[in-house]
């Protein structure tokens, strides 16, 4: 009966690992698809491939930081359909409680494990993903930065 027991608590604490390890990949992965969405869409207006992105919401010559930061949460979300840790960040005010990958945050709070979060700084968005507690701790999360507009 011991050494059902023994095996069993090694079992759970390897089966722990094991998924906690998961999640934070996943976590790390859905950062990379959203981030490769963004770069393809950016570059299509710079390259003078359209005139229009992110589902024709956006006109390629008027996109500034906050323009695109509210249209990329539709397709955004298609892309990201869930958090990897399965919770519905409490701070969602007036979004419906289910589970999505991407909402517009601060990253560094503890809720947002698992979520990409994104904010605008003038012509630039910012993408954060927390893939660890604390979020605060800089190794803990991913953070990348996207010019709206063509250099000038």
Not at 11 to 39: D, E, F, Q, R
Not at 73 to 88: C, D, H, K, L, T
Request: overall charge negative; aromatic content about 6%; some cysteine.
């Amino acid at each position: 009966m011991a050494i059902i027991g023994i095996l069993a608590s090694v079992g759970i604490t390897a089966y722990s690992g094991y998924t906690a390890s998961a999640k934070a990949v996943k976590a790390k992965s859905n950062h990379k698809v959203l981030h490769k969405y963004l770069s393809t869409e950016f570059l299509r207006c710079e390259i003078g491939l359209v005139d229009e992105i992110m589902d024709g919401v956006i006109d390629c010559d008027e996109r500034d930081g906050a323009t695109v930061m509210g249209a990329i949460m539709v397709p955004a979300r298609r892309i990201i359909q869930s958090n990897p840790y399965g919770m519905p960040n409490p701070a969602q005010h007036g979004t419906p409680r289910r589970e999505v990958g991407v909402i517009i945050d601060a990253a560094q709070e503890d809720i947002n494990l698992g979520y990409i979060t994104v904010n605008s700084s003038g012509n630039d968005i910012v993408l954060h993903t927390c893939f660890q507690i604390p979020c605060n701790a800089a190794e803990n999360r991913i953070q990348t930065w996207f010019r709206t507009r063509d250099r000038e």
